[in-house]
């Protein structure tokens, strides 16, 4: 099988790098299909979905679901948050997810620990994008829309969600460079060069692998 994970920083275009290699691979996208996925086998929303993947729970959340296993007449008091699934249980869907999506290939995946899941993979090219803070931060503003005021700050917050979501569910430094095969600064290639490379090297790699 032919597998590319990419993970990226916020505010690196990351996704939109997938998106250009899995059109020009011809392989299937897993990005927001992943929510989607996980959000029809565990009867929530995408939205609902979204909101809480790679990220841990917060401690008002964590409160809420112990109230909910020890004290089932607090979970009125502690509403829809104590009725969904836990973190351990959405990583787990979105394993089964990707491992699916896996064996029927060639295949793009998006973050999720992807890249941790199919560390012991041969067939998988594991692609890490980052960019200087300043232009993770520009790239927030200008194309996903976070106020030029909170944006900084969101840039941070949600890099650092993602380094420790990896590092509870996989054990592993999300930014450690031993987990990828190919760290790309999309602000000094740029979003489409970023892609040709990727697509380059995944070509090289696995032969042009068709669906």
């Known amino acids: ?51 809480r993947e790679e990220r841990l729970p917060s401690l008002v959340e964590r409160m809420a679901s112990a109230m909910a296993l020890g004290v089932p007449e607090m979970m009125p008091m502690v509403g829809d948050i104590a009725t969904q699934p836990s973190e351990e249980r959405m990583v787990m869907m979105s394993r089964r997810v990707i491992e699916d999506a896996v064996r029927a290939g060639p295949v793009v995946l998006v973050g999720r620990g992807a890249q941790c899941m199919l560390a012991s993979r041969t067939d998988a090219l594991h692609v890490f994008c980052y960019a200087p803070v300043e232009e993770l931060v520009r790239y927030a503003v200008h194309v996903l ?3 030029f005021a909170d944006a900084a700050r969101t840039v941070a917050d949600m890099n650092r969600q993602r380094e420790e979501y990896v590092k509870h569910h996989f054990k592993r430094d999300w930014r450690d460079l ?34």
């Open 145 to 147: 829309g976070v106020p």
């Open 1 to 51: 099988m032919a597998i590319v994970t990419i993970s990226r920083q916020y505010g690196s275009g990351g996704s939109e790098v997938a998106e250009h290699v899995a059109r020009t691979l011809g392989w299937t996208l897993y990005d927001n299909a992943v929510v989607e996925e996980v959000a029809q086998r565990l009867r929530m929303t995408p939205a609902e979905v979204s909101a």
């Open 178 to 211: 031993g987990n990828y095969d190919l760290c790309v600064n999309t602000a000094r290639l740029g979003l489409e060069g970023s892609a040709e490379l990727v697509t380059r090297v995944a070509g090289e790699r696995f032969g042009g692998a068709k669906r």
